[in-house]
């Protein structure tokens, strides 16, 4: 994935990441506040309830106290009775005794003449008889509730079944299960309420509770504007904890960003995704001039196609340890390329870089002896170089150095000149190569102060018994100088650059077809 692509997607994370923290934030503050004010209904409701149920109770004790009298109906001792009972009981507005269907005499005194009793709308239970929408001819204009047992009915105004505390907007209402409403805190009822009452349902415009029993339902209701007030009170801390979120992921999203586009994440993502191919720079037989061989070169194809040299992500490599999955990836690459070419002339070898790692681990033993299995290479035809870097740990270089030669593999000192190890020190390690550094060829010509190193360099080697090979041979006088010192191969920009697989095996074998002709 391009650089463009993983910022473009990381601002897209970090979009959401912003939004839907807030967006939780809000949705959870409306969820809370609603909530809350459902609770708070839901109580309204339910003492609404209590308060229609302990008017019931009060005028159910107030009839069968009545009832239970023995006093002469309508004399002056009974009249006393029921005005005290209307006093002493808040639920109860008057009481009336009913001679047969005709009003005798009411908590006030006797009572006008042909007033009849109206029938009851419903009977309860335990027999008290219920009617709803009296209009008593004692208070005209004012509609009342009637319970009645035996000769007596109490009134009971209907604002005493839903007396509850509320605030203003609060709609409270009593009414029957059938929806008949027995009373309201309010008047008039709004019609949503009303509906409510008859249906169980109503618009979007009202927040409501119900609460029911065997008889009644008890509503409380609200315009859903109210919770305007509860949700600002939840915005106030659940919106600063939605921004922190935000913050925290826009946080994490810059700094994976930062990590990945960072050169290690470029340079894990590139192992991960098996970035790196192969180029294979020719060796030369001096003296000859037939090509034996190439030394394996990484590099690091982006997915733009651009390539990236390896001096410029080995050293990071190294000192990650990202450079082992590397040499696994070279390795596996060579095996794959050079199989047939490798197969068919046995004289050709491949020579691969081991890292300082490499070296000091040997795992990469056991990864070459797999990837070689069945592959019909000889383990001869695999070459093993190390900078002096790898020989600094002397007792892993050695054990790594001597299992690679037992397995059947060349092993060269590579960039020989270029560290602290002398000549003297490498006698120390079972060596088949050594591989002069370009920095010493190019002085070959050139009246410097190291001239006199290179010439040195290839005596002490050829006295160790060790094959020798130039690096970075770009002119045909140093070509010329290190075959007439004996030096048996070399590599450089005079033979061929580092080449794709197909390049160098055409170049391999135009070279084979020169020499076989004896140009
Ligand atoms: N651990 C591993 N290291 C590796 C691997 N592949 C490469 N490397 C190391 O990276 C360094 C740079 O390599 P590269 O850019 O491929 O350069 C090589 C040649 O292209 C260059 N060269 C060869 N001939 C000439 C020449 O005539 N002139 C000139 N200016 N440059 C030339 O030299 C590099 C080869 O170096 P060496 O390995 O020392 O033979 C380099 O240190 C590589 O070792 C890998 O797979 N693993």
Redesign the pocket.
């Given at each position: 994935m391009d650089r463009t692509r993983i910022v473009v997607i990381a601002a897209l994370l970090a979009l959401a990441g912003v939004a839907l923290p807030l967006a939780t934030a809000v949705h959870l503050a409306q969820q809370r506040a609603v909530a809350a004010e459902q609770r708070y209904l839901q109580q309204l409701a339910r003492k609404a309830l209590d308060r229609a149920q302990q008017s019931f109770a009060d005028a159910r004790s107030v009839l069968r106290e009545m009832q239970a009298t023995p006093l002469t109906p309508c004399s002056d001792a009974h009249v006393r009775l029921m005005r005290a009972l209307t006093l002493r009981n808040r639920n109860t507005d008057d009481i009336g005794f009913f001679n047969g269907d005709q009003l005798a005499c009411t908590s006030a005194g006797a009572a006008e003449p042909g007033i009849t009793r109206s029938k009851d709308d419903f009977v309860t239970a335990d027999g008290i008889g219920v009617s709803l929408d009296l209009a008593p001819q004692a208070s005209p204009g004012i509609v009342m509730v009637g319970m009645a047992l035996g000769h007596y009915k109490l009134l009971i105004h209907p604002v005493r079944f839903a007396d509850v505390l509320a605030e203003p907007e609060i709609d409270l209402a009593i009414a029957l299960s059938d929806g008949r409403l027995l009373g309201s805190l309010h008047e008039p009822l709004p019609e949503g309420v009303r509906r409510l009452l008859q249906t169980g349902k109503t618009d979007q415009t009202l927040l409501y509770a119900l609460e029911r029993d065997e008889h009644l339902i008890a509503v409380a209701a609200e315009p859903r504007s109210r919770v305007l007030t509860p949700l600002r009170r939840e915005m106030r801390w659940l919106l600063p904890l939605g921004a922190l979120m935000a913050a925290l992921i826009v946080a994490v999203v810059a700094w994976g960003l930062r990590r990945r586009l960072s050169p290690l994440g470029e340079l894990k993502m590139a192992v991960a995704r098996r970035e790196?191919v192969?180029?294979y720079?020719p060796l030369i037989e001096l003296a000859t001039g037939r090509c034996i061989g190439a030394?394996?070169?990484?590099?690091w194809r982006r997915p733009d196609g651009s390539m990236v040299?390896?001096?410029l992500f080995?050293p990071l490599?190294?000192d990650s340890g990202l450079?082992l999955p590397?040499?696994d990836q070279?390795i596996a690459e060579v095996v794959r390329e050079m199989r047939a070419a490798l197969v068919s002339d046995r004289d050709l070898h491949i020579?691969?870089?081991?890292?300082a790692q490499?070296i000091r681990s040997g795992r990469v033993l056991a990864v070459l002896a797999q990837a070689l299995q069945g592959s019909g290479i000889a383990p001869q035809q695999i070459w093993l170089?190390a900078?002096e870097r790898g020989f600094m740990d002397a007792d892993a270089a050695r054990a790594t150095i001597n299992r690679a030669r037992a397995a059947g593999h060349a092993v060269a000192i590579?960039?020989f000149g270029t560290g602290y190890s002398s000549l003297s020190y490498l006698q120390g390690f079972a060596l088949d190569a050594l591989?002069i550094?370009?920095s010493f060829?190019d002085t070959i010509g050139a009246e410097t102060v190291t001239s006199s190193v290179t010439p040195h360099i290839i005596d002490m080697a050829q006295a160790l018994g060790l094959q020798v090979v130039a690096?970075?041979?770009?002119t045909q006088a140093q070509a010329d100088y290190l075959r007439e010192r004996g030096v048996q191969f070399a590599?450089?920009?005079?033979f061929a650059?580092?080449l794709p697989a197909a390049e160098f095996l055409a170049f391999a074998r135009s070279r084979q077809a020169k020499t076989q002709a004896g140009t």
């Open positions: 790196f192969v180029h720079q030394e394996a070169l990484v590099r040299r390896p001096d080995i490599a190294e450079v590397i040499t070279v020579a691969i870089n081991l890292s490499d170089e900078t590579d960039d591989k550094d370009k060829i690096e970075g041979v770009e590599q450089g920009w005079l650059k580092a």
